[in-house]
Nanobody, 118 residues
Framework: QVQLVESGGGLVQPGGSLRLSCVVS???????????MGWYRQAPGNQRELVAT???????NYADSVKGRFTISRDNAKKTVYLQMNNLKPEDTAVYYC?????????WGQGTQVTVSV
């Protein structure tokens, strides 16, 4: 069974930075390296939304709300996906998850809480 373990969240002031990590285990390395991976987030009362994606060829795409502030990357040897978040805003507060885009791995990981507040 595939496991997704997100980490790196925390409490940060507006304008601050965090780097999230997501380790994927239980899958063959070539499957991971060929997978389109994404970071998602879910704020209280909201649906889960897609924040960023990265292809096997490291082509990236971002939601308009984070473009220019967030950077997604991957290390296939470590089966890990990263999300560098800079210039954080209060509206970035959410639980952040990573997963394969299509199809999603199940179950989802527990996520990592990011809180942006003074």
């Amino acid at each position: 069974q595939v496991q997704l373990v997100e980490s790196g969240g925390g409490l940060v002031q507006p304008g601050g930075s965090l780097r999230l990590s997501c380790v994927v285990s239980g899958t063959i390395g070539t499957i991971f390296s060929n997978s389109l991976m994404g970071w998602y987030r879910q704020a209280p009362g909201n649906q889960r939304e897609l924040v960023a994606t990265i292809t096997s060829g490291r082509i990236t795409n971002y939601a308009d709300s984070v473009k220019g502030r967030f950077t997604i990357s991957r290390d296939n040897a470590k089966k890990t996906v990263y999300l560098q978040m800079n210039n954080l805003k209060p509206e970035d507060t959410a639980v952040y998850y990573c997963n394969r885009r299509f199809p999603n791995y199940t179950p989802w990981g527990q996520g990592t809480q990011v809180t942006v507040s003074v």
